[in-house]
């Protein structure tokens, strides 16, 4: 997010990437760990640059390759003058050479996702709706504007459901457990199943309703919320729903520093994809590694 608003908003950045490099992003939690074709030359590209402990810490950045996976140049500073002089100084090093096609001969499955099969997928963002101080930085604005965007994953099963006018308990724990968090400044904890006080949705006709109050164990975060929505069936398909929290949330994790002080108002909303945006085809961050955790 602060890399959309800062980097690749400079204009000589984007002309740059768009007419002198393919490309390419991608979630290194992923790559760092995927045992296939396409982690190895990942790995074979960072373990070139500073990051390379694979194992136990981060390998993000941008990165500048040739195809064949030679290292051209790093840089993980979001100033737009510093990134650009990287991408310069890296494509001067750049020597064209005949390079085979990458063949994925092996794919890591628990790193290569799909949504269910006959499910739904469902766009969330959230956003913070007051509380902050007056920015002192432009990245602490960014922070404080932001829009955070994630997908719902919803089985088939619990599509038919929902049709049917019931809304499924699990669907709404999930939603709870795994949406229901404030991630507009960075990567949030979930909440424990165990700390998910009470969920109630229902279906009234078209319209949905809910209640959700989430407290962590130690107290320090928490979200009490009230949800409203609408469903628009087609030939017992769920064809539009839009629903959205809204309530007070307390606290921060330890990558989503910078919170409002006290409870603060968040909001967040549910809309179906239609399969018209290429974000739409990234699994939940919740089922990273571990689909069957987020879908149980």
């Not at 500048?64 to 650009?84: S, W």
């Not at 309530?247 to 179906?272: D, M, R, V």
Request: aromatic share 10%; hydrophobic share 35%; charged share 25%.
């Amino acid at each position: 997010m602060l890399d959309r608003e800062s980097t690749f908003a400079d204009p000589a950045v984007v002309e740059f990437t768009k007419t002198k490099t393919v490309p390419v992003a991608i979630d290194q939690w992923n790559q760092r760990r995927q045992k296939d074709s396409e982690g190895e030359f990942y790995r074979k590209i960072a373990s070139q640059g500073p990051r390379h402990d694979f194992e136990n810490a981060t390998t993000q950045g941008l990165y500048m390759a040739a195809p064949d996976g030679t290292f051209l140049g790093y840089t993980n500073n979001r100033d737009p003058e510093r990134v650009q002089k990287m991408l310069t100084s890296a494509l001067a090093r750049y020597q064209p050479t005949e390079t085979t096609q990458l063949v994925a001969e092996k794919i890591d499955k628990r790193f290569n996702l799909q949504p269910p099969e006959g499910g739904l997928i469902v766009r969330v963002c959230a956003k913070v709706m007051g509380g902050y101080d007056e920015p002192e930085t432009q990245f602490q604005q960014i922070f404080q504007t932001s829009l955070s965007r994630d997908n719902l994953w919803i089985t088939q099963e619990e599509h038919e459901a929902l049709a049917a006018g019931d809304f499924p308990d699990r669907l709404g724990l999930r939603i709870a457990q795994f949406h229901l968090v404030d991630n507009t400044r960075g990567e949030p904890p979930f909440w424990e199943k165990s700390e998910v006080a009470l969920t109630q949705f229902a279906i009234d006709g078209d319209q949905i309703t809910g209640h959700v109050v989430l407290k962590s164990a130690s107290g320090d975060r928490t979200y009490a919320a009230s949800l409203r929505g609408q469903l628009t069936l087609t030939d017992g398909k769920v064809t539009q729903l839009n629903m959205v929290a809204n309530g007070l949330f307390l606290g921060e994790g330890p990558y989503t520093g910078g919170a409002p002080k006290g409870p603060f108002p968040l909001a967040i909303s549910f809309t179906l994809a239609d399969g018209t945006d290429f974000a739409d085809a990234i699994p939940p961050q919740a089922a990273r590694g571990w689909v069957d955790g987020y879908i149980r």
